[in-house]
T-cell receptor, first 113, second 116 residues
Framework: GEQVEQRPPHLSVREGDSAVIICTYT??????FFWYKQEPGAGLQLLMK?????EINEGQGFTVLLNKKDKQLSLNLTAAHPGDSAVYFC????????????FGQGTSLSVVP | VTLLEQNPRWRLVPRGQAVNLRCILK??????MSWYQQDLQKQLQWLFT????????VKSLPGADYLATRVTDTELRLQVANMSQGRTLYCTC?????????????FGEGSKLTVL
């Protein structure tokens, strides 16, 4: 079945620096790709959903890149601020089971003032 | 506005006892509701997706046994049993927004279970 590897597990950056998280997946039939943010004690918050190889800048301080050729998904937080400190998860779903998300292991991001 | 209400949010579970979790969909109706588990290392794993009232599924994973029930169009339940002693587990409910093929899930805030 699908496997998703997420790196790094922990990331600490200074305020104003960028932070990059990368996920690699295995199933070529993967269809939708997601980034979620989880703050302590809170549920998963959807940051972005993508399904085509494209670079998207949502204007909220991050960029998502999907490279289907290399089966890689990345999240780049530009100019990180302390409010970005959280655990970030990538997730992948296939066209055979849209409700079943396969998650990466998570990245604990700490943004230091 | 919270779309999903989970209760209890936290429960201490005596060893050998089962616990029942509820997930209520508020002010809307979407057919596809799911349970995910999250361990202390934050790893999330899909457990079940149920669509219709009366649907039930069981699953055994290392560390716990699960029984999921779609009670009504707006309520999903999860019974967690045979949890390993000393284990802490989070169970999170989700709902698929729009049609199944949107793949877009909204997650609840989760229930934390700790076995004494």
């Amino acid at each position: 079945g699908e496997q998703v590897e997420q790196r790094p597990p922990h990331l600490s950056v200074r305020e104003g620096d960028s932070a990059v998280i990368i996920c690699t997946y295995t199933d070529p039939n993967s269809y939708y790709f997601f980034w979620y943010k989880q703050e302590p004690g809170a549920g998963l918050q959807l940051l972005m959903k993508v399904f085509s190889s494209t670079e998207i800048n949502e204007g909220q301080g991050f960029t998502v890149l999907l490279n289907k050729k290399d089966k890689q998904l990345s999240l780049n937080l530009t100019a990180a601020h302390p409010g970005d400190s959280a655990v970030y998860f990538c997730a992948v779903t296939s066209s055979s089971s849209f409700s079943k998300l396969v998650f990466g292991q998570g990245t604990s991001l700490s943004v230091v003032p | 506005v919270t779309l999903l209400e989970q209760n209890p949010r936290w429960r201490l579970v005596p060893r050998g006892q089962a616990v029942n979790l509820r997930c209520i969909l508020k002010n809307s109706q979407y057919p596809w509701m799911s349970w995910y588990q999250q361990d202390l290392q934050k790893q999330l794993q899909w457990l079940f997706t149920l669509r219709s009232p009366g649907d039930k599924e069981v699953k055994s994973l290392p560390g716990a046994d699960y029984l999921a029930t779609r009670v009504t169009d707006t309520e999903l339940r999860l019974q967690v049993a045979n949890m390993s002693q000393g284990r802490t587990l989070y169970c999170t409910c989700s709902v698929t927004l729009g049609g199944l093929d949107t793949g877009q899930l909204y997650f609840g805030e989760g229930s934390k279970l700790t076995v004494l």
